[in-house]
């Protein structure tokens, strides 16, 4: 019941919010506890969860969004002008500007009205911000020897073949970080796509290309190692890849003109993920993810040669 739940109801919550965020729920039915063997304590319910469209849904900081939901339902009864005074100064004016009581408290606002308050006090980059259509791109042959240069949207309206650059950032656990592309992305906008990535420009160097793009897009600077690369292919949107890895210790500060949001997963996970729902993901990313993963099994197998080497020999001299 709280999962789909709807405002001014008493089931209605942070947990809701933060659910139909991304997923369109609804309650189907309830379940006797008659039914099971052996029989429970408790009546069960079914609720179906689709993904919801990204899109549907206006731009805005997720990361503030639910920062002030939390907040709004840490106490239920106080007005929310009370317990969101850090972030809205003069609340009478926002209220006037989102149409709402300015008594309201967080049970009465739904999930439009949570995103137009977000929207209020912290606007969303404007597309423009964005968007860099002039930028030059050096055009290469199939080889990856350049031949000349041309604008981001020549290019990519043509899929002439460039150059980028995919960077793998990990935490000390060994989590990946996904970025989701900013919806304004003139290509695959709304999917998730490696930790930081970007065009190679006139006058840089894949390397050089790759640390300005982890400082600009996650605001760090950390050592990076070339693990793989890629050539230019239709799956690579015609451009020849370097792949970096890089570990962080400290906290990231992702570039919200860039990335809708940033997530660390379990490389696992993102195993089952990009098998199971591809279309989750910019094209280019999962052919960085397979390089990705036979890098890592290669490592896995030269690591294990070695020893298994050793024991063959030590069993042949005991023979």
Not at 192 to 214: I, P
Request: glycine share 6%.
């Amino acid at each position: 019941m709280r999962l789909s739940a709807s405002p001014c109801t008493h089931d209605y919550g942070a947990l809701t919010l933060r659910v139909q965020l991304h997923h369109r729920v609804k309650y189907l039915r309830s379940i006797a506890a008659t039914v099971f063997l052996p029989r429970p304590e408790v009546d069960s319910s079914v609720v179906r969860l689709e993904p919801r469209d990204p899109i549907e849904l206006p731009d805005h900081d997720d990361e503030l969004l639910l920062k002030l939901i939390r907040l709004g339902f840490s106490q239920r009864r106080k007005q929310l002008r009370k317990l969101l005074r850090e972030y809205a100064c003069d609340w009478s004016v926002l209220a006037s500007c989102l149409n709402i009581d300015p008594n309201v408290r967080a049970e009465e606002l739904s999930l439009l009205q949570w995103i137009a308050l977000a929207n209020c006090i912290a606007p969303p980059p404007c597309r423009e911000q964005g968007s860099t259509p002039n930028e030059q791109f050096p055009v290469v042959d199939e080889n990856d020897e350049v031949k000349g240069h041309a604008t981001r949207s020549e290019v990519h309206g043509n899929n002439l073949r460039h150059r980028a650059v995919h960077i793998l950032i990990f935490n000390q656990f060994g989590d990946v970080y996904l970025q989701l592309r900013s919806r304004w992305k003139d290509r695959h906008p709304l999917k998730w796509d490696s930790s930081a990535a970007g065009h190679v420009t006139v006058g840089e160097n894949y390397d050089e290309t790759a640390r300005r793009e982890l400082k600009e897009e996650l605001g760090v600077d950390v050592p990076l190692e070339r693990i793989f690369r890629l050539t230019a292919s239709s799956r690579t949107d015609h451009e020849f890849i370097w792949g970096y890895r890089g570990v962080v210790s400290e906290n990231l500060s992702p570039n919200k003109c860039e990335i809708a949001r940033g997530v660390f997963f379990p490389p696992g996970l993102i195993d089952g993920w990009t098998s199971a729902r591809p279309d989750d993901f910019a094209t280019g990313f999962l052919e960085c993810w397979k390089a990705y993963r036979r890098k890592m099994d290669s490592e896995r197998e030269q690591s294990i040669r070695p020893e298994t080497f050793s024991a063959a020999n030590g069993a042949a001299s005991t023979a």
